[in-house]
């Protein structure tokens, strides 16, 4: 991934002729062998401006992120209501969203995932596949989808075939060792886009220890995992499931990287910063934080 970030910074400098002109574009690379890369979630959910994104992708050196769908597409026309957004998705024009990967690349930013909010049992086809259309528009290796039903999953698959894409599905609380398995079996083009914090937060027979197992077992069917530190329920207090300020929480983050970089795994390991921000801080700087946490871990 290093290598086409590299290669899409470079051919942008080409097609703006500015090749020759220095100045400086995010650095995040390969952390001690691991890739590591961003989910724009991390920095404000509710933000539905382009611009606003690409910004704090630069202030946090940010150059490899997966996508959210809601902070581009008002940016480039979608209505606010769920029907009209279903109309826009199923018209709207590739062209556009060819123009934000230009946007993007300028910018020395490779999205390699897109997650847009359009792919649950109450969505139409139209939007399913219009997903597809736009993450090949976009370059992006990915579309990101929640784990959903199985009749729900042959749809995503009928699709993700048509137009040849590849379909990371995304747990929450079901993030079970076999929560997958329909999905991987169903169809080559399905991943496993694993959320560390959420299985941990399952609790029960989710431990560090099946969770590095888990990864070990299914590292070639992973896209990429979301790096967050929740806590594990336990007896005494069942409900203690909270997003913790990275190391304090149970979630192995530490754990999970030195595996990754003992292996060589290649898929990223994405920063999904969901705590609540502390006073005095923001997005940005919460993001560089949990950076400096990946580097501390992988260049010791």
């Keep these: 991934m290093e290598n086409r970030r590299n290669f899409i910074k470079k051919t942008s400098l080409l097609s703006l002729g500015m090749i020759g002109y220095s100045f400086n574009l995010p650095i995040i690379k390969n952390v001690g062998g691991v890739d590591i890369s961003v989910i724009t979630y991390s920095f404000q959910a509710g933000t539905e401006d382009m611009e606003t ?8 050196k940010s150059d490899n992120i997966e996508l959210m769908g809601n902070h ?3 940016t480039i026309g979608m209505p606010r209501s769920r029907r009209d957004s279903a109309d826009w998705r199923a018209n709207v024009s590739m062209k556009e969203f060819k123009k934000v990967k230009k ?8 999205i390699f995932a897109y997650k847009p909010y359009c792919m649950s049992p109450r969505n139409k086809d ?3 596949e219009y997903a597809m259309k736009a993450t090949k528009a976009l370059g992006a290796d990915y579309v990101t989808a929640e784990l959903t039903d199985e009749t729900n999953t042959k749809r995503i698959s009928y ?3 048509k137009h040849d894409v590849k379909v990371g599905y995304h747990g929450h609380l079901q993030s ?7 999905a991987l079996d169903n169809s080559k083009n399905n991943y496993i886009n694993l959320d560390i914090g959420h299985y941990i937060a399952v609790g029960g027979v989710n431990t560090k220890e099946t969770l590095l197992k888990f990864i070990e077992d299914n590292h070639d069917r992973i896209c990429s995992l979301h790096l967050k530190d929740r806590n ?3 007896e005494t207090n069942p409900d203690d499931r909270d997003n913790k300020i990275w190391g304090q929480g149970d979630t192995p983050i530490k754990e999970v990287l030195l595996l990754m970089q003992k292996k060589s795994y290649n898929f990223t390991a994405t920063i999904e910063r969901e705590y609540p921000i502390p006073e005095g801080s923001n997005a940005v700087q919460e993001v560089i934080k949990c950076m400096d946490y990946c580097k501390s871990v992988l260049d010791s």
């Design 103 to 110: 946007e993007f690349d300028q910018k020395g930013i490779n």
């Design 53 to 60: 994104i690409i910004q704090y992708c630069l202030d946090s």
């Design 232 to 234: 594990a329920p336990t």
């Design 176 to 182: 079970t060792d076999i929560a997958w398995n329909f």
């Design 72 to 74: 581009v597409e008002r």
């Design 126 to 128: 139209e939007e399913i």
């Design 159 to 161: 699709y993700a075939e």
